[in-house]
């Protein structure tokens, strides 16, 4: 149970890592688990930035041909969160999520990379990714100790793409949630470094922090697909896309078309 | 014998990591067995760019006590590499882990980061980092194709390095191993991205692609020290100490006095 729940986890984490910044949903092709309720049907959880209720449903264009039982059982079982409160969850695991990743970095010297890794890991931020980590490790039973790790991870890997996103030769932003972004506050060297250093301490921290009860072979296994959903295929191969439909003004919000136009350069 | 050798190969290759770009030496404190003799004293194999002959020499200023037996059966042995040819081995291991490093990245699509990516890993060099991984996995009685995954690794992150320390804002060099940089040819977000890229895949490389028959518990250890070698405590850290050391007329080549000096700020 403490692995196939960490697997869980680990999909989800590396699908929101390869997905776009404004892409806060999660398609369930496996069948799953929950309230005594099997799932065989593609499932979508959707958020959005103003937080609205987490929404488990079927896909109307289902490719997997569902089976009369399992409909059946479906359409006879209660709600699947009939007192179920979004909000409060979200900000609940966001706490958690805080409290571990102020612990994940302490302030050791030298004190200036580590202040610039601290500045803009912990300005804030919803933290979507590490929740729905945690909540696909909760969804399928397991202990959300097992999947905070990568929860933290993928936090460390979203913010060292909005410190590098930020720099003068991409999108040479000034501010971020607020406060003076890391190149504006550090120098773009020291910014450059930090996100670095995020990058590489997210393997490590699923390295050395998953809990042993996790088989070790799983873990191998989370962090091929991290680094698959972080590299040139996943997270970069998004910036690269930015980069190349910069001033195309034919760029729409249908991201599939989006990248498929530019990809295939 | 397959997890001891590939344990070896992963201590060396991020202690190559954690070192500086002119540091080119690796002192191994625990005993080893090389030709039936037991090494129990402290060892240093040093290398430098000038490719000077391979020295295995006990540290004359040990803190490990000899033992009387181990320091007869030393003296008693035959030299450990009478026949040794440096550079052959040096120039055979280099077209080992090149054919190894050109497969790693297939010119996929998206195609500007995929080239930016080649074009730095594959622009040549001596490959001392993956050679000594190999070596430190040969040299415990393994078979470095446990330790091959590894030894790449180390250069996708050396590369990595060296691309985000020419970029303007650190070093702002235009050549590198007589061809512009990668931010002269691609730009400076893509050489930015360049980086990110290699520096995931280089996790994701350890991860994936390590024979099965290396034990995933230590791949996980050797993930989790390969982070620790790499990030802020590590070649982050001795970037950090470059950025607040320049223009410093006061820098010797006492690299421990610097990195005192510099990491204690």
Chains 1, 2 share one sequence.
Request: glycine share 4%; hydrophobic share 45%; aromatic share 4%.
């Amino acid at each position: 149970m403490a692995s196939s729940s960490f697997s869980a986890a680990a999909s989800a984490a590396t699908a929101t890592i390869s997905s776009s910044h404004r892409h806060q949903s999660l398609l369930l092709t496996k069948p799953f688990t929950h309230n005594s309720v099997l799932f065989k049907q593609p499932i979508t959880l959707t958020t959005a930035p103003s937080l609205r209720p987490l929404k488990l449903r079927a896909s109307s264009s289902s490719s997997v041909a569902p089976l009369d039982k399992t409909a059946a059982a479906v359409a006879a079982a209660p709600p699947p969160f009939p007192d179920f409160d979004f909000n409060a969850y979200m900000l609940t695991k966001a706490a958690l999520v805080n409290a571990a990743l102020d612990q994940s970095i302490p302030l050791a010297r030298p004190l200036k990379i580590h202040e610039a890794m601290r500045y803009s890991l912990l300005a804030g931020g919803k933290r979507v990714r590490p929740v729905l980590c945690l909540a696909a490790c909760e969804m399928v039973g397991g202990d959300q100790s097992l999947a905070l790790p990568m929860a933290c991870a993928t936090e460390m890997v979203h913010t060292m793409s909005l410190i590098h996103d930020d720099l003068p030769c991409m999108d040479d932003d000034d501010l971020r949630r607020g406060l003076p972004t890391s190149h504006k506050k550090y120098g773009e060297d020291t910014a450059i470094l930090a996100g670095d250093a995020l990058l590489s301490l997210s393997f490590e921290h699923v390295a050395a922090r998953t809990p042993s009860t996790v088989s070790p072979d799983r873990v191998v296994r989370a962090i091929a697909e991290l680094g698959s959903a972080v590299g040139s295929a996943g997270l970069v191969a998004g910036q690269i896309v930015d980069i190349a439909s910069e001033g195309d003004v034919d760029v729409t919000l249908e991201v599939s078309a989006h990248i498929n136009k530019y990809i295939n350069k």
